[in-house]
């Protein structure tokens, strides 16, 4: 049964111009949950819809918005752990699986603690076809683009919600999709670990 999230706040009590002077790459985290709001929010800031015309928070080429958001869940109040798939239209987490897969995550990222001990991972997948489809082989870059666009939106929603977070590239994308069976022909491309600061 899908989570429908709080509505997203659209106005923060710090300013853009601070969260970027105190965004850092951290990568340890107080075991301790997010709540629903606060996980809510951050998918909201990768690719939550902004306008009527359906528009999101992040720029996409041609509008063909390519990128899919997943929440791997280890430590959260009010949603079980498990692997959700996030809606932006209706502003819902999808359950697609259950329980804590943070280890395997982790293995899957060589290892890495901090993948491990955040209390949420944002995974980002690309449907490359969706863009190159108009735009060919210069598609791929963009795509990739995009995905630099909506986690550096995660990054600094994050700092305003007063998390730390680390984004990661270095994992084995095979493996992540065994994790979270995407759907056909999505690509697993970037990882954003968040938690509280210790």
């Known amino acids: 049964m899908a989570v429908s999230l ?3 706040q ?7 111009e601070e969260c970027l002077e105190r965004r850092r790459s951290v990568r340890t985290y107080k075991n301790a949950p997010l709540s629903a709001a606060e996980i809510g929010q951050l998918v909201w800031a990768a690719q939550g819809i902004t306008s009527p015309e359906k528009q999101r928070t992040a ?3 041609g509008a063909l918005y390519p990128l899919e958001v ?3 869940v280890g430590v959260g109040d009010g949603l079980a752990p498990g692997v959700y798939r996030y809606e932006p239209f209706r502003h819902q987490l999808l359950p697609l699986s259950s329980g804590d897969v943070r280890k395997q995550m982790a293995a899957a990222a060589l290892d890495q603690d ?5 209390s949420v991972i944002i995974v980002f997948t690309a449907v490359y076809r969706r863009t190159m489809r108009k735009y ?6 963009y795509v990739d683009m995009e995905a630099g666009h909506a986690a550096q939106n ?3 929603q994050a ?5 730390v977070s680390v984004p990661v590239a270095a994992f084995d994308p095979s493996a992540v999709s065994r994790i979270l069976k995407p759907g056909s022909g999505e690509e697993p491309i970037y990882l954003v670990c968040l938690g509280r600061p210790r």
Do not use: Q
């Open 6 to 8: 709080p509505s997203p």
């Open 10 to 16: 659209r106005k923060g009590r710090i300013s853009v």
């Open 59 to 61: 720029p996409s080429a």
């Open 70 to 72: 997943y929440v791997v």
């Open 114 to 118: 901090c993948v491990r001990d955040a």
């Open 136 to 141: 060919g082989d210069r598609g791929v870059r």
């Open 154 to 156: 995660v990054l600094l």
């Open 159 to 163: 700092v305003a919600l007063g998390l």
